[in-house]
């Protein structure tokens, strides 16, 4: 493909998209060294945190990842492996949605830092670090997802209704994930069998012939040996060839 034509397709499918994300950020960046510096008042950054969400449209770029993953997909021969690998894509677009709402759930839970009825004072997070608050939120979200429970739950009536929200979400996309990965075991199941199928007929095959074969192997080397001169077909040849590396 020509230079020209991958500029051209770039420019009429991705190239708006990254402009975009790379103003975003460079304003973002802009508004903290203003805000840094004094320059600016934004509401004793309470504005430049809730701007800071908009951080969020990065996560277009994981289109990008689809029709990757797809050319892969395509190059990869074994049944079993492509299997295995939906399986795998399913595993890492569960973990992707968990981190979302771990995030969300932690925004609901400071979004109002004046308030002392929400999840992160009750569970004092602010005291513990950012990884054991982050670890605490996936947690969180992982269990809507499963029959679990854990020691944090909603405290206000925004938190109870992002709650039920995502309850309401994950009952969809688990049932449908169960789905899905029942239905790549079974193929995997189904392949299994077929190949032990085949083993098995390889095996009565080689015993219901082993002694016709071990004979004419015989009579072969008998014959051979007996006449010094005497060319052996090619095919013979190589098949007592391969008879002997499989003793």
Request: positive net charge; contains cysteine; aromatic residues 10%.
């Amino acid at each position: 493909m020509r230079v020209s034509k991958i500029a051209r397709h770039y420019a009429m499918t991705w190239l708006p998209v990254d402009l975009l994300l790379v103003l975003l950020d460079w304003t973002l960046n802009a508004l903290l060294l203003l805000s840094d510096d004094g320059i600016a008042d934004f509401g004793s950054g309470v504005f430049l945190e809730k701007v800071q969400y908009l951080r969020l449209l990065r996560l277009l770029r994981l289109l990008k990842a689809t029709s990757i993953i797809s050319v892969l997909s395509d190059r990869i021969q074994s049944e079993t492996m492509r299997i295995l690998v939906r399986v795998l894509k399913l595993l890492v677009f569960i973990m992707l949605i968990n981190h979302l709402i771990a995030c969300s759930w932690y925004a609901v839970g400071i979004n109002d830092l004046e308030r002392e009825d929400t999840w992160v004072k009750a569970n004092d997070l602010k005291g513990k670090g950012k990884v054991y608050a982050y670890t605490t939120a996936l947690h969180w979200s992982i269990t809507q997802f499963t029959p679990a429970s854990m020691e944090v739950v909603p405290m206000k009536e925004l938190e109870r209704s992002f709650t039920i929200v995502v309850i309401v979400s994950a009952m969809v996309i688990f049932s449908s994930f169960i789905s899905t990965i029942t239905n790549a075991m079974t193929q995997l199941r189904n392949l299994n069998s077929e190949r032990s199928a085949e083993l098995v007929k390889l095996r009565c095959f080689f015993s219901d012939h082993i002694r016709f074969l071990l004979r004419w192997l015989r009579a072969f080397r008998a014959a051979f040996t007996s006449q010094t001169n005497w060319q052996a077909p090619e095919c013979t040849v190589k098949m007592s060839a391969f008879w002997n590396y499989c003793r």
